[in-house]
């Protein structure tokens, strides 16, 4: 089993910026560097969506191309944690962000199917 806690989340201004954090943990000696690792979003009265992934192999990332550039991801095994950088947030990017992990290399994680374990979500919210 796979824990995962995302934090982070708040609310921020359009324009502004917010780094989500998603710390992973398990039985005694657990490590991330075995699991990919992606990034959804759950507006109200949207259907979930992906939004960037991370391979556990190479540290490959993948993005929906809708971001258009505004988000990164990237992962500190030593930390067993995965953060999501969201600059330039405007109020569509409003949602309930979840983490979620894969076993295995992950080189289609940018497809978002298939993650076995979820985080609990953190609240986004960009207003004026």
């Known amino acids: 089993q796979v824990q995962l806690v995302e934090s982070g989340g708040g609310l921020v201004q359009p324009g502004g910026s917010l780094r989500l954090s998603c710390a992973a943990s398990g039985a005694s000696g657990f490590t991330l560097d075995y699991y990919a690792i992606g990034w959804f979003r759950q507006a109200p009265g949207k259907e979930r969506e992906g939004v960037s992934c991370?391979?556990?192999?190479?540290?490959?990332?993948f993005y929906t191309d809708s971001l258009k550039g505004r988000f990164t991801i990237s992962r500190d095994n030593a930390k067993n944690t995965v953060y999501l950088q969201m600059n330039s947030l405007k109020p569509e990017d409003t949602a309930v962000y979840y983490c979620a992990a894969v076993r295995g290399p992950g080189y289609g994680c940018s497809s978002f199917r298939g993650y076995d374990y979820w985080g609990q979500g953190t609240q986004v919210t960009v207003s004026s």
């Open positions: 991370i391979t556990s192999i190479g540290g490959n990332t």
